[in-house]
């Protein structure tokens, strides 16, 4: 997939160039963070989903699981920030591993409503555990520790430290999809029963692959609760897990930057469609459908596949 | 190709660039109006967003500057709160916030307005948390709160319509704190509580809650729920022949809402208020003419709400001769006015709390209902000190400045 | 405990079992024959109940009007999306429909909130259905008696329909093996389109015999959706039998929960469907699930 030409080194600096400027162009500095918090979300999702086929509908789970770590270590051991965002990728990824577990055995549509059903049962416990959690009222009050000289309260630093997290997620990424195990995930999604002829165990790659896509929401989280200030209810709803199938799908799923590229548009679209209309959930919809409709992979897949034929 | 791929990301940047810098007129005072614009409860938003532009334009200029308003749909989303709070405090640099219904996100927005330093004033969230413990200076509490809806009807309930009181409460935050406040009303007055159901929120069904309910027997069936759980309940009260064995009191009740599910099933239930577009306050009948002339209705009370607490914003900046939050915040504090909301309205300094004379109101049978948005009667009133309780109840500790 | 109590909520438990089962009937017979997630379902569900209340409000016209003509109006609207959009995208892997759904019940919902405005409609019983009747244990409302006995109708109907008429043999031709029921000759894409307007008819229908019991409003769909989605898996994709049965399990499952543990009562449906698919991974008569 990733052949070193010169092209790819231009892409890169491009793109660098792109993401360093990013909270300039962006109405206001948040909307960049979020996009990039999403990307790392979606990216990690579409290890799961583009590469190994594991279409979850509970992900939200994980993200929400690392945003409360994060957030609840913030508040009430005051440690600095890498540590609270380490503790929340660790308790995501713990969690995945009986979830996937329970759940892999299951294929297509009846595992997705598996992992649905799971992430159901945690926004519950978290919706009534109004102790800890906050409840519905969410978890307020998350604080910014500056690390070293510098001050997380600005939200440019912030983008910059959300920026420095996104950059080695992608490297990371990328790195497992190019690496014999990322190899196998596609065969295995390709075609299961000839993978399992071979001798390899598609219950273990797959459980592999379910905890590292939760590790990555783990960490959009956990820099999502730093973002915020705040842990909403929200973060571990239907609507998230949602949101995040939808921004896999109109990027195109299994190509790493397909999915990134999709949550930052849909992030941005969102915001901008909604600052100026009220009625932006036609427009929203419209789009959907008109792209679905037009690029039938994925906008950005297709936009790349249609560019690479000049 | 990679030419084009160059000129298509500069291209995209340009105009990012150049669609979303703020073309902000030198020198103006910003509004900033966050609420529920779509959605089911779009009701009360659009109410509150059209009041917001009517005070901004009624106003005209203050310090010699003109007014800009700005809305923002939250979407009765506290997450997508928080983001807009930010975007208006960041990017469109308005100088005070107002609105917001749902109280996750009015405190939500509360902690944004004491992490930019710049006035929140929440007229349209019930939690008493907003004055309790996250209470900060930055933040002025204006309109209801859940202890006066509760108090009101509660106290005046107990002695008018009987002691046995059921209860279905939404199960989120919102619902929690009118029960916590009905059932202490309750006690004060000898009522008995015979019983509560938690119910989801937007469920269609309410059947096995009302049957519940017949069980206990109550006199009185309190729904501490908004919109359609409020639809959906008192329909299935009325279907169910409840209505014809005991009262029903709701927590709020918006004549747009009731428009939208018929105002029959409401006939004879009462609510507390506190504002009615009949009250009798300087300038309330032009503003409900005027707005009706404008927007085809009758305002609710959380408009009238929106509309008084932008002018007085207005006024405060008048006063203090400066934007500054510090100073305008001062100049609300223990500041008494009278307008078309309030006659009088008193800003409580220990805990930031509007407070003025609250309403008891019955739903009108659809045979006495003569004009438009004529829902309701006014057929008592709480003076405010009781139907706000003691300053600083709920245990404010200032924080701020 | 209160025997008597428990027994009425739980016959209770029928109406919300019926809603179920109304909505994931069609649901159903469009996941197993087509393979097509559809999230719009809600939204032509809510599209029922607004036709209902057009023809009822508006034009002044008799309930059994709304009754008869609403799944028709649904159903077209249903065959409409089916010929210009969705069978576009049969040939790519099933997500591309689901995400074209998803985009069609925003665009519903809005324009529906956009033409008569979001604080819904107000969609009383029928007066000749209004009232209550007393059943010996109880006295009931009419109204909710009959929802119990249309949905016990239409269950029976489609049940017959697919599983007895040659339309129904046909359509299960083309579930069980699309390539082959196409070479020998049956017309599937037209099957397609009809199973589909079934699917939008069945849930036009559950709208209107909802509206008169709820909110009508143009987000009233999403109350169900993610239940129904539910339903369906417990009972199995594409089993009509499965999808009453669990339905129905379904919504006395809830009314137990109101009973003994209000706010656990959703959740429950996900604890049993999370036992069911454990024990029967396809759900109760479930075939080969797609994306497999």
């Keep these: 997939m990733k052949i070193f030409s010169k092209y790819t080194f231009w892409i890169i600096i491009l793109a660098l160039l792109f993401f360093l400027c990013l909270p300039f162009i962006t109405p206001y500095k948040g909307l960049a963070s979020q996009m990039l918090v999403f990307a790392i979300f ?119 430290f959300i920026l420095f997290f996104f950059i080695l997620s992608v490297i990371l990424g990328i790195r497992i999809i190019n690496s014999p195990f990322g190899k196998t995930l596609e065969c295995l999604r390709e075609n299961e029963q000839r993978a399992r002829s071979i001798g390899y165990n598609p219950t273990r790659f797959k459980l592999i692959s379910f905890v590292i896509s939760a590790f990555f929401a783990g960490l959009a989280g956990g ?33 790493l930057y397909g999915p990134i590229m999709g949550a930052m548009a849909l992030i941005f679209l969102k915001d901008l469609l909604s600052t100026y209309t009220n009625i932006w959930p036609l427009f929203l919809g419209l789009l959907f459908v008109v792209s679905v409709m037009t690029f039938r992979k994925g906008v950005f897949k297709e936009l790349k596949e249609r560019l690479l034929k000049f | ?95 005070m916030i107002v609105a917001c219904p749902n109280s996750a996100a009015a405190l939500a927005i509360a902690q944004q307005a004491l992490l930019h330093k710049k006035p929140f004033i929440s007229t349209s969230a019930g939690t008493t948390d907003l004055i309790g413990k996250q209470c900060n200076r930055y933040v002025i509490k204006w309109n209801y709160n859940d202890y006066m809806l509760a108090t009101t009807v509660g106290l005046w309930g107990a002695e008018h319509l009987g002691k046995k009181w059921y209860t279905i409460t939404s199960d989120y935050a919102w619902g929690h704190d009118l029960l916590k406040h009905f059932t202490a009303a309750l006690q004060k007055k000898g009522g008995i509580h015979v019983g509560n159901d938690m119910v989801a929120l937007q469920t269609a069904d309410y059947s096995p809650y009302i049957l519940n309910a017949m069980k206990a027997k109550p006199d009185v069936l309190v729904l501490l729920n908004v919109g359609p759980d409020t639809t959906n309940s008192t329909k ?120 003025a004379k609250a309403y008891l109101l019955r739903a009108k049978r659809p045979e006495e209902v003569k004009e438009k948005e004529d829902y309701f009667e006014i057929v008592g009133t709480v003076p405010a000190e009781e139907a706000y309780g003691p300053a600083g109840q709920f245990g404010c500790k200032m924080k701020g400045f | 405990m209160d025997y008597h109590f428990i027994f009425i909520q739980l016959f209770n438990g029928l109406i919300l079992g019926s809603i179920y089962v109304l909505l994931s009937l069609g649901l159903t017979v469009v996941f197993g024959t087509l393979g097509v997630v559809n999230f719009a379902h809600g939204a032509l569900y809510m599209l029922g109940a607004y036709t209902a209340y057009s023809i009822v409000t508006l034009l002044n016209l008799h309930f059994i009007v709304a009754i008869l003509l609403c ?171 499965g999808s009453i ?16 543990w209000p706010p656990m009562s959703t959740t429950l449906i996900y604890i049993f469907m999370a036992v069911v698919l454990i024990v029967k991974p396809r759900g109760f008569w479930g075939r080969a699930a797609f994306f497999e």
């Excluded at chain 1, 973060?235 to 995040?244: A, E, K, Q, Y």
């Excluded at chain 2, 298509?8 to 529920?36: E, N």
């Excluded at chain 3, 049965?245 to 003994?260: D, P, S, Y």
């Design chain 1, 223 to 255: 820099l999502y609760a730093l973002l915020q200030n705040f842990v909403p209810l929200f973060s571990l709803s239907l609507d998230t897990s949602g949101d995040i199938v939808l921004m896999t799908l109109i990027g195109g799923m299994g190509t």
């Design chain 2, 236 to 355: 299935a009260a009325v279907q169910y022949g409840l209505k014809k064995t005991c009262k029903i009191v709701h927590a709020l009740l918006f004549e747009p809402n009731m428009k939208g599910a018929g105002t029959e099933i409401f006939a004879d239930d009462y609510v507390a208020g506190s504002w009615n577009w009949r009250v009798d306050n300087p300038g309330a009948r032009e503003y409900t003419e005027k707005y009706m002339k404008k927007y085809g209705e009758r305002p609710h009370f959380m408009a009238a709400a929106v509309y008084s607490a932008t002018w007085q914003y207005l006024e405060a900046v008048k006063r203090a001769k400066t934007t500054d939050p510090e100073a305008v915040i001062k100049a609300l504090e223990g500041h008494t006015f009278r307008d078309m909301f309030a006659n009088p309205g008193y800003i409580r300094p220990e805990d930031h709390m509007q407070i």
């Design chain 3, 245 to 260: 049965l669990a339905g129905l399990i379904i919504g006395e499952l809830v009314t137990l929960g109101i009973i003994f």
């Design chain 1, 42 to 160: 979606a990216m990690g999702y579409d290890i799961a989903f583009g590469y190994t086929g594991l279409l979850s509908f509970g992900h939200a789970a994980f993200f929400g699981l690392g945003a409360y770590s994060t957030g609840l270590s913030l508040i009430h051991l005051s440690i600095p920030a890498p540590l609270a965002i380490l503790i929340g990728v660790i308790i995501s990824s713990m969690i995945a591993f009986p979830i996937g577990y329970l759940s892999i055995r299951r294929r297509g549509i009846y595992f997705a409503m598996v992992t649905l059903a799971f992430a159901q049962m945690l926004y519950f416990i978290a919706f009534k555990w109004r102790s800890l959690t906050g409840g519905d009222d969410g978890l307020h009050g998350v604080p910014r520790p500056p690390i070293g000289p510098i001050n997380l309260s600005s939200e440019v630093a912030l983008y910059y």
């Design chain 2, 1 to 95: 190709m990679m030419k084009k791929m160059a000129e298509f990301i500069i291209v995209l940047c340009g105009v990012l660039f150049w669609l979303v810098f703020p073309v902000r007129a030198a020198d103006t005072v910003k509004v900033g109006v966050v609420s529920v614009l779509s959605g089911p409860l779009a009701t009360i938003g659009n109410g509150e967003a059209w009041s917001a532009e009517m005070a901004v334009n009624d106003f005209g200029t203050v310090l010699g500057k003109k007014i800009e308003l700005v809305k923002r749909d939250h979407a009765y989303n506290p997450g997508v709160a928080n983001e807009k709070a930010k975007e208006l405090y960041e990017k469109e640099k308005v100088d």
């Design chain 3, 71 to 241: 799944p028709i109006i649904v159903g077209v609207i249903g065959i409409l999306l089916e010929r210009f959009l969705i069978s576009k995208l049969y040939k790519l892997p099933h997500f591309y429909t689901l995400l074209l759904t998803f985009g069609i019940m925003f665009f519903i919902q809005d324009a529906i909130k956009i033409i008569y405005g979001p604080e819904g409609e107000p969609f009383n019983i029928p007066k000749f259905l209004d009232g209550a009747v007393n059943l010996g244990f109880v006295v009931y409302p009419k109204y909710r008696l009959f929802i119990i006995l249309i949905t016990g109708f239409l269950a029976i109907g489609v049940w017959i329909f697919i599983g007895k008429t040659k339309l129904g043999a046909i359509i299960r031709a083309g579930t069980d093996d699309s390539e082959t029921a196409d070479a020998l000759g049956i017309n599937i894409s037209r099957t397609f389109t009809l199973v589909f307007g079934m699917g939008a008819a069945l849930a036009g229908l559950a709208g209107v015999i909802a509206a008169p019991t709820q909110d009508v409003q143009p987000l009233m769909g999403m109350n169900f959706l993610v239940e129904t989605f539910v339903v369906v898996i417990i009972g199995g994709m594409g089993s009509i039998g």
